[in-house]
């Protein structure tokens, strides 16, 4: 069984930045898919940010550029690295992860089997 705590969160001005983090505990996968997804109010979940089991990263056009996942490999903490936000980000952020092989789309992210409580992030 897994669980996944996101932390990070909170209110930032527009061209700021923030870091999300997501501990994982439990038994990972021998081969793990990780990645960040988001939900406004009112809207659908949004795959933001994939990263394969083979190290691949994928990324929502809407952030590209922006944002960056990366993982820790000492102890699977996995980061979302938000630069330059706007107010259109602002969003429930949620990491998820799935036994995979390979790489990953970032659209099947929302999808992944475990998910976080999330993290509220607001860009003003």
């Known amino acids: 069984h897994v669980q996944l705590v996101e932390s990070g969160g909170g209110s930032v001005q527009t061209g700021g930045s923030l870091r999300l983090s997501c501990v994982p505990s439990?038994?990972?996968?021998?081969?793990?898919?990780m990645g960040w997804f988001r939900q406004a109010p009112g809207m659908n979940r949004e795959g933001v940010a994939a990263?394969?089991?083979?190290?691949?990263?994928r990324y929502a056009d809407s952030v590209k550029g922006r944002f960056t996942i990366s993982k820790n490999s000492r102890n699977n903490t996995l980061y979302l690295q938000m630069n330059n936000p706007k107010p259109e980000d602002t969003a429930m952020y949620y990491c998820?992860?799935?036994?995979?092989?390979?790489?990953?789309?970032?659209?099947?992210?929302?999808?992944?089997?475990?998910r976080g409580q999330g993290t509220q992030v607001t860009v003003s």
């Open positions: 990263l394969g089991s083979d190290g691949s990263t």
């Open positions: 998820a992860v799935e036994s995979c092989l390979g790489g990953v789309l970032v659209t099947v992210v929302p999808d992944f089997g475990y």
């Open positions: 439990g038994s990972l996968f021998e081969r793990t898919c």
